[in-house]
């Protein structure tokens, strides 16, 4: 048997570059479009980078708002000319084609149809977002078209991507990028029973860079085994994206079968601007260091068992979960859920190749893929030590750091405290390379166990209930996730060796008697 993640073409655009969001790709607002003729485009002079500019010094909304009120206003040279040209696919101003984008895209009418008055807002619910692997800013606005009778003929969400010195990157209308921003979900998942846990606030970190959490705590006594939940890098503590709230649904999952839960907010989501204003930065400033810090504030927490504490990183989270491990000792175990093996940037860069080859490439796809090589080519070469002229979208300090992070796999090995891996067949992030790794790299040890879970999302969203046309892909982090879980937490073990990749869709643990035994005499 083999196991297919399945990924819509769309999804892999967007989400296949992972947590970065698809900024490095040009995203269309529109498909097949006639292009809207202006000179514009050929009389503007966008300007160039400033590599002497202070990170982010400027009010980033009001850098959004400039850009898409040129257009709004037909001024679009001055739209052009803020844009950052070398860092898109496109070769030209004209082929961005900023008029196809707004007339048809944004308010979709064709152009030369007269158009109600448009006012544009910054989005006040979805504070900036901040992506350390590309050093960009998003911003989400809201574009209102009024038709007759002063009713909104368009409502689009738009979200602009800017770089460090104020330049435009991405405009996209939608949930291209929404996944980015919250979209508030209050229905609880139907396993939760709020009867059987109590939440509180705390805080973790140092100053200025202070986060905000949620203690969740079975009722009772105690003590309580308890998980650190790492969030997928800029996400607030419930891991809210348009999709769900994964974390949310675990802490109140786990709590429900006796297990205590701190999830907390990012520093990238809760200081976003000041972390991208700042000349340096690594993974232990974005990630590491408040997952120790989570880690600490479990073990001060009454009720809470020191023996029982576990790390679960998500995603990007799950990537760094070896450095927090190192620097937080004596944890009980490690669960990581939908984390790539190799090298981030590798990793990265095999998914998309992948998906965008079964399907065949078109010529703005391949100009997106050859700007990822090249970016990913400018971080190996940081990582090495050699000096690479100035690029607006790789700061420095982080790609080294993120290159020495190296293969989580293999700084896992060998695993000194129990691991449960987490995958979903429907992954718009991995590929079956990402699992393979781990398991070569983990199966010939028995404390180690895998699962695939069959139509889940990377965050665990069970959607095999769904209907529709398209089916709403909502929902919650499926109940034989939060089961699995609890009794793995709990010392229950799959008995079924890993034989092949068919054996993790019900669960197995590595070993002797596994198929990967081999490479423990590597």
């Not at 209102?144 to 409502?155: E, K, M, P």
């Not at 921003?181 to 939760?192: E, G, I, N």
């Not at 969030?231 to 974390?247: I, K, L, Q």
């Amino acid at each position: 048997m083999t196991i297919r993640w399945t990924r819509p073409r769309a999804a892999v655009l967007v989400a296949g570059v992972g947590w970065i969001a698809a900024v490095g790709l040009s995203v269309l607002l529109i498909a097949g479009a006639d292009p809207f003729s202006s000179a514009a485009c050929e009389t503007a002079t966008p300007a160039a980078p400033d590599f002497q500019a202070s990170p982010f010094d400027f009010d980033p909304e009001a850098q959004a708002l400039a850009f898409m009120q040129a257009m709004a206003t037909d001024d679009f040279q001055a739209a052009y000319e803020m844009l950052a040209l070398e860092l898109r696919p496109e070769g030209s101003l004209c082929e961005v084609d900023l008029e196809s984008r707004w007339h048809w895209g944004v308010l979709g009418q064709d152009p030369s149809q007269s158009s109600g008055p448009v006012r544009i807002v910054v989005d006040e619910s979805a504070s900036p977002r901040f992506l350390p692997f590309t050093d960009a800013l998003l911003v989400r606005l809201w574009v209102t078209r009024l038709g007759g009778a002063g009713r909104a003929a368009v409502n689009a969400r738009v979200v602009i991507g800017l770089v460090r010195d104020g330049r435009v990157r991405v405009v996209t209308r939608g949930g291209a990028l929404d996944h980015m921003f919250r979209t508030p979900d209050d229905t609880p998942p139907p396993y939760a029973d709020p009867r059987a846990f109590e939440e509180r606030e705390v805080t973790l970190g140092d100053a200025p860079w202070v986060v905000g959490g949620t203690l969740t705590i079975p009722q009772g006594t105690g003590p309580f085994p308890a998980v650190a939940l790492v969030p997928a890098g800029s996400h607030d503590r419930d891991g809210t994206v348009d999709t769900g709230r994964n974390f949310r649904d675990l802490a109140w999952g786990l709590a429900s079968h006796g297990i205590a839960t701190l999830r907390y907010d990012a520093r990238t989501w809760t200081h976003a601007l000041a972390f991208a204003r700042q000349p340096d930065f690594t993974l232990d400033d974005e990630l590491v260091d408040d997952g120790v810090a989570a880690v600490a504030v479990l073990h001060q927490t009454p009720r809470i068992d020191p023996a029982r504490i576990y790390v679960l990183g998500y995603s990007f989270g799950g990537y760094v979960t070896p450095r927090i491990a190192q620097r937080a000792p004596g944890l009980a175990g490690l669960i990581l859920v939908s984390v790539r093996s190799g090298t981030f940037l590798d990793s990265n860069l095999r998914a998309v190749e992948v998906k965008l080859e079964e399907d065949g490439i078109t010529e703005i796809e391949q100009a997106s893929l050859d700007q990822m090589r090249a970016h990913a080519a400018r971080s190996a070469a940081l990582a090495a030590g050699e000096t690479v002229p100035s690029h607006t979208d790789l700061r420095v300090s982080y790609h080294r750091d993120l290159a020495a992070a190296g293969h989580p796999e293999q700084a896992l090995r060998p695993p000194a405290i129990p691991m449960l891996l987490l995958f979903s067949d429907e992954s718009t992030e991995l590929t079956p390379d990402d699992l393979t790794g781990w398991m070569l790299s983990l199966g010939a040890w028995r404390h180690v166990t895998f699962r695939v879970y069959a139509g889940h999302s990377d965050g665990m969203l069970d959607h095999r209930s769904f209907t529709g046309t398209p089916p709403r892909r909502q929902g919650h982090v499926g109940a034989e996730v939060i089961e699995d879980i609890a009794a793995w937490a709990g010392g229950t073990w799959f008995d079924q060796p890993c034989q092949d990749l068919a054996s993790v869709l019900g669960g197995c643990r590595g070993g002797p008697d596994s198929l990967f035994f081999r490479d423990r005499r590597r």
